[in-house]
């Protein structure tokens, strides 16, 4: 069910109400018997189901994650070696 909110015309008392679409919107104030005007905020919502999350969107085991680690691991551990031996047999 909904929750609207109102604010008092008389008495500037803001509330809160949960009806259905079907019932008639509140008329007075709770406080002061006064007339009551709707108020427009904005609504929550939720995301629910799956791919919402971080861990949803992109699995850390994948078979491309893994081909990109063993590429910039291969290429960062050959070129120390290489600039070494280069440099030892100067």
Sequence with gaps: MPIYEYKCL???HEFEAMQKFSESAISQC????????KLISRSSFHLKGSGWYLT?????NSPRDT???????DSS????VSSTTSSDSD
């Design 10 to 12: 008389k008495c500037n």
């Design 77 to 80: 551990s050959e070129s120390p």
């Design 30 to 37: 709770p406080n002061c018997a006064g007339p009551v005007k």
């Design 67 to 73: 081909a990109d680690r063993s590429d910039t691991s």
């Design 56 to 60: 949803d969107y992109a699995k850390k």
